[in-house]
């Protein structure tokens, strides 16, 4: 059973940076992609980035394209997600999730309902 944990989340001001961090607890196959998502108040979960956990191959969001790296490391079992140049319209619950089953993160698998694992959530919020 695989079970994810996001970290890294906080307050911060427009225009810095941030790092989430998602570290799985149990085993990810190479193939499976790891994908971030965020829900801001009152909207829905959209997907942001995703990471393929073997050769590292991203795909990114337009809302995060140019502002947001994703990357992961084999060796520690996280997934991350870099975050400069934060806007006020980041602020959200951004989670982590993965499948046994998962979509090529080239193919931008940025629907919900293609993960049945999905980490606690962690609050990120930008504001002056």
């Known amino acids: 059973q695989v079970r994810l944990v996001e970290s890294g989340g906080g307050l911060v001001q427009p225009g810095e940076s941030l790092t989430l961090s998602c570290t799985i607890h149990?085993?990810?196959?190479?193939?499976?992609?790891v994908t971030w998502f965020r829900q801001a108040p009152g909207k829905e979960r959209e997907g942001v980035s995703c990471v393929s956990f073997g050769d590292g191959d991203t795909n990114y969001a337009d809302s995060a394209k140019g502002r947001f790296t994703a990357s992961r490391d084999k060796v520690k079992n996280t997934v991350s997600l870099q975050m400069d140049s934060l806007r006020p319209d980041d602020t959200a619950v951004y989670y982590c999730?993965?499948?046994?089953?998962?979509?090529?993160?080239?193919?931008?698998?940025?629907?919900?309902?293609?993960?049945?694992?999905w980490g606690q959530g962690v609050q990120v919020t930008v504001s002056a």
């Open positions: 999730a993965t499948d046994e089953y998962s979509i090529p993160c080239s193919l931008a698998p940025f629907s919900t309902d293609v993960y049945n694992h």
């Open positions: 149990g085993s990810l196959l190479d193939y499976s992609t």
